[in-house]
């Protein structure tokens, strides 16, 4: 007979516990309650009678779950020693025991954690938010399990030692995408995301694990008190950044804030730090910014389209500015992108596809489970002719890196310059029980119109160039080479 069917215990009973199982099926696992198993181990785990044999079909192992078979190991022992139960009953007792551990949910909120101390609640917390959503499956290639059992082992004498912990555990993924925010940058975030903010007219872009000026708005704050480019923030308003893992967006939540209001900004240059107090003003910042140029050698007319960001209304202001370039008669076009950290995705699509055919792929979007978003052109683009060519540097990126690819990829454009920078990913924030702050989490990747992971590898250019030319003169930095290429 087969051991599902004893009668002590219904075999209604049984399915609807394998039926529980089977449903939360995704991608050729199983996920049930925070660990993943093999499809092909459900039903052979569910009727095993093999202690050893049940630890080895699992991904990671459950606390809950070593706990149960333990005692139930112990106790099937001690039973079959004195009163020498029948092998069906143990198999049947087992069985659903597993079953039962398995379909019993992991506490899915901090307040769940009855036994555990505060530190030890916002520790489990924060590392249920990154598995419950993080790309990389394997958490980079360690027992991600394993870390949150060793940091829940722990006694902690308060929360800056749980924060310590928590940064060291999300530092392990070697994403520095995937950071804890403190409560103070958390709110930062939230305020500029939701809240009538303004700023010191400055732009941030990334380099060497440091947040840098990227440019200065001749008519802003930061510029009238003497802000310039490639200094290094230090700390905004004593908040630290030059910690190695801060970001450009995580520093320009900071500077944001009410009208009229001051923020006190450091940076670092030639080696000293550097103070200044700021008042917050409404800041126009020109994202787009074209003009025609000559160049030795060549045919015709250049003009150069300089965008700084994107955002949802670059492509029509790029558009503008096409149409009031092929009015002055150019004969080639450059996109000068030095410096774009990125900003919107859809602004840098959207901004690709005036320059190509209709249905071209612009990106593919890559979720944790391997599901694709496929964005592609709708119409042909406003320019399908004219020679294009894109300059490029080491701070070019996210849907900076996303429009030179796909405009490079398709064929529409040569790319010169430097590396760009290999920003390939996307995040998401979420917050913390008990103003905790919140965790950042990096939940799909770009890939290139040819499927090309673009994360810590950036764009590789056609020609490459010297790119410390004046942001206003791009053509300095082009050799007569890149123009033959066209």
């Known amino acids: 007979m087969n051991r599902l069917s004893t009668p002590i215990f219904p075999r209604w009973r049984i399915a609807a516990i394998m039926a529980a199982a089977s449903a939360v099926r995704h991608n050729a696992s199983y996920h049930v309650h925070g660990f993943v198993f093999d499809p092909s181990s459900v039903f052979s785990t569910l009727q095993s009678t093999s202690l050893q044999s049940v630890p080895r079909s699992f991904h990671r192992p459950h606390r809950r779950l070593h706990d149960v078979l333990s005692a139930t190991k112990k106790n099937i022992e001690t039973s079959s020693a004195s009163n020498k139960l029948s092998t069906k009953l143990i198999s049947t007792f087992l069985t659903v025991t597993i079953a039962t551990a398995l379909l019993s949910p992991l506490p899915s909120h901090s307040s769940d954690y009855g036994s555990f101390t505060p530190e030890q609640r916002f520790i489990a917390e924060a590392w249920r938010v990154v598995d419950n959503s993080y790309l990389d499956r394997t958490f980079n290639h360690q027992n991600w399990f394993q870390m949150r059992q060793d940091a829940l082992s722990r006694k902690y004498k308060s929360m800056d030692e749980a924060r310590e912990e928590i940064d060291h555990m999300l530092g392990t993924l070697g994403d520095r995408y995937t950071r804890y925010l403190s409560p103070s940058k958390y709110d930062s975030v939230v305020n500029a995301a939701t809240g009538n903010v303004f700023g010191v007219g400055i732009e941030l872009a990334a380099s060497n694990d440091r947040v840098i000026i ?273």
Do not use: W
């Open 214 to 486: 990227g440019d200065v708005e001749s008519s802003g704050p930061a510029y009238k008190e003497g802000i310039k480019p490639n200094d290094v923030v230090v700390r905004v308003d004593g908040i630290q950044f030059n910690d190695g893992k801060s970001t450009p967006d995580d520093v320009a939540a900071a500077i944001r804030g009410p009208e009229g209001s001051k923020v006190g900004v450091t940076v670092e240059r030639d080696g000293m730090n550097v103070d200044f107090i700021l008042t917050r003003e409404p800041i126009k910042i020109t994202s787009v910014k074209s003009y025609v140029s000559d160049k030795s050698g060549l045919d015709g007319k250049v003009g150069v389209i300089r965008i700084k960001s994107f955002s949802g209304t670059t492509a029509d202001t790029v558009k503008s500015a096409l149409e009031d370039l092929k009015k002055k008669g150019v004969k080639y076009l450059v996109l000068d992108l030095r410096g774009n950290p990125g900003g919107l995705l859809p602004g840098g699509v959207d901004t690709a596809s005036l320059f190509l055919d209709a249905n071209k792929p612009v990106v593919f979007v890559v979720n944790k489970s391997g599901v694709v978003d496929s964005q592609a052109t709708l119409s042909d683009g406003f320019d399908l002719e004219t020679p294009l060519i894109l300059l490029v540097d080491h701070n070019t990126a996210s849907a900076a890196e996303v429009m030179t690819a796909a405009l490079q990829e398709n064929g529409r454009a040569i790319v010169v310059g430097e590396q760009t920078f290999g920003k390939g990913i996307v995040q998401t924030i979420r917050q913390l029980d008990d103003n905790n702050g919140g965790v950042a989490v990096t939940i799909a990747r770009y890939e290139t119109p040819k499927h090309n992971d673009i994360n810590k590898r950036g764009v590789t250019v056609d020609v490459s160039t010297g790119v410390d030319c004046a942001k206003d003169d791009a053509l300095a930095c082009l050799p007569k080479e890149a123009f033959r290429k066209l």
